[in-house]
């Protein structure tokens, strides 16, 4: 068993993508996946599992569709892949309280990415690196320009963006003895 530390993109405490946490680990749990652990209420867990990258997001997906309704898309990554990330941050200098890291279904297409990195994100400042954006506000989230839905839209990836006191969070959790 492995502990994986899965995603769910737009998962909110009320609305359309709502999915309790308490019933999503019983659901989880039952689905066959061990020690599930959530974070807050946006769609963040922790589990253990032999299941592969692909199967654990399929199951995960599936889960909550059928419980929930929701068709949500769904990360699985272990451990290690959120160190790399962590320590790829070229803004690990920058304060904390103002990096996000969006992590995408997969690399973007160099074509998209060129154009992307053309574009002006001032006050803002983001670098895509492998799969993932990272983003450093000048202000605040609800005023970048270059949020989640937007580099969805330049980039034609799915994507999901967590803050770096989640990521942080998820790390530990996920490596807890």
């Known amino acids: 068993m492995k502990a994986k530390i899965i995603l769910l993109r737009g998962v909110m405490p009320m609305g359309k993508n709502k999915v309790p946490m308490a019933p999503l680990r019983a659901a989880l749990e039952a689905a066959g996946l061990h020690d599930v652990r959530t974070y807050i209420q946006s769609g963040n867990v922790i589990a253990s599992t032999t299941l592969e990258q692909p199967d654990l997001e399929s199951l995960v997906h599936c889960v909550i569709k059928e419980q929930f309704g929701g068709d949500i898309k769904v ?103």
Request: hydrophobic share 40%.
């Open 75 to 177: 990360w699985a990554r272990s451990p290690s892949y959120f160190r790399d990330v962590m320590a790829n941050n070229p803004f690990r200098e920058k304060d904390p309280a103002k990096l996000y890291f969006t992590l995408l279904e997969a690399s973007p297409d160099d074509a998209l990415l060129q154009s992307f990195h053309a574009l002006s994100h001032a006050p803002d400042q983001v670098s895509v690196l492998g799969d993932v954006a990272y983003v450093l506000c000048a202000t605040k989230y609800s005023n970048l320009k270059a949020n989640n839905n937007f580099i969805e839209r330049k980039l034609h990836v799915a994507a999901t963006t967590r803050n770096f006191n989640t990521m942080s969070k998820l790390l530990a959790l996920s490596t807890a003895e």
